[in-house]
């Protein structure tokens, strides 16, 4: 049996929004028990760094590499984190030793997995040295290694949350910077995959247009008429026609074919975009989900969830409507994991990226103290 931990996950993912931070309890099994979570914006100013790091590392060439601006941007991101799990802890009034590991994901800046690439800026040790607590990170890496997409990996938690849920088959939909599905059938049996773009575009399109950082509420999407022409157009993108598993980085799709439309128009169309990708991605799945459980940003858009209703099978619910948070249930996810790699289990099978075998994975640093 293995043991008990208190884990703490730390998600920044492909959205750059800020950092989702998530206190658990498990075993890495079925025992899992929601502790608390909060999630801390960054500034303007450091979002924009980010972008610029991301922009930087399409050069890059091996995982190690941190030219131009990557390597400030790391260790500005890492003691953001740092700061964010200090005042995490100090606010519960926790106890130093209250927390046995931290799951840090780190921001991804690259991800191309058919060269066995992908980049997460996050430094583990000095995260281990700022928090005097253990840091597992990378844990994507190791998959990619064993011939796998390296995402999605948050199944394994999705699977030990179902648990608690009678529907099957029954699906989650994370709609962060790309949107992922996990299958989850009456077997238990795993399928997971990049459905297509989740957040990333609409939110690039409407912050070069008009400053803000994403559409509200799907506010712009609502105002705007869907050109179909255009969402068939972007669904003749290659990602489409692969086999699954796989797995897409944030810049795989550009927003040229809606350069032309007024902006509540193409803002719909790339909307619609994303919900008609998610829906062509039942064409991998062995039967159709009972219930769809959508967490991630791309909840709140309140016109991406009315188009995935209509063009999907069943009920489309919000993680809010089975009793789970979805803000922060891929940091939650990532404090899972921490822990089934401490414990040597897998983090990864060939049903959901790929790898030749399950897989386990991440960087353990030990604490100072």
């Not at 997460?120 to 990170?137: C, E, K, S, Y």
């Not at 099978?313 to 994991?337: F, H, R, S």
Request: with cysteine; charged share 20%; glycine share 12%.
């Amino acid at each position: 049996m293995s043991k008990i931990r208190r884990a703490l996950g730390l998600m920044s993912g492909t959205s750059m929004d800020g950092i989702d931070i998530a206190l658990i309890e498990t075993d890495g099994g079925t025992h899992v028990r929601r502790l608390g979570a909060t999630s801390i914006a960054y500034p303007d100013a450091f979002r924009r760094r980010l972008r610029q790091a991301l922009d930087e590392a399409g050069a890059l060439v091996g995982r190690e590499d941190r030219r131009g601006c990557l390597g400030d941007v790391e260790r500005e991101l890492t003691e953001r984190h740092a700061e964010a799990v200090l005042h995490f802890i100090g606010d519960r009034m926790l106890q130093p030793n209250a927390v046995d590991v931290i799951g840090f994901h780190g921001q991804t800046v690259l991800h191309k997995p058919s060269e066995r690439l992908t980049v997460q800026l996050g430094d583990g040790p000095l995260l281990a040295r700022m928090t005097d607590i253990d840091v597992v990170f990378d844990m994507r890496a190791a998959d990619v290694a064993a011939g796998g997409e390296g995402a999605p990996l948050a199944p394994a938690y999705h699977r030990a949350l179902a648990a608690r849920l009678p529907q099957r088959p029954l699906a989650f939909l994370n709609v962060g910077g790309v949107a992922n599905v996990t299958w989850i059938g009456a077997d238990e049996t795993l399928i997971a995959f990049d459905t297509g773009p989740g957040n990333a575009m609409i939110d690039d399109l409407v912050l070069g247009l008009t400053g803000a950082p994403r559409d509200e509420d799907g506010a712009l999407g609502a105002a705007g008429r869907v050109d179909e022409q255009v969402v068939h157009a972007l669904l003749t993108h290659p990602h489409f026609a692969k086999p699954v598993p796989k797995s897409l980085d944030r810049n795989a799709f550009v927003a040229g074919h809606v350069a032309r439309l007024p902006l509540a128009d193409a803002v719909a169309t790339l909307t619609a975009f994303t919900a008609a990708s998610v829906a062509k991605a039942r064409d991998h799945l062995p039967a159709e989900p009972a219930l769809w459980v959508v967490c991630g940003g791309g909840r709140r858009n309140r016109t991406l969830m009315r188009m995935l209703a209509a063009r999907v099978e069943n009920a489309v619910v919000p993680a809010e409507g089975v009793g789970l948070d979805g803000d922060t249930l891929e940091a939650e996810a990532w404090a899972y994991l921490a822990v089934r790699s401490l414990d040597g289990l897998a983090l990864s099978w060939p049903g959901t990226t790929g790898a030749t075998a399950p897989t386990s994975g991440g960087v353990l640093v030990r604490a100072p103290g």
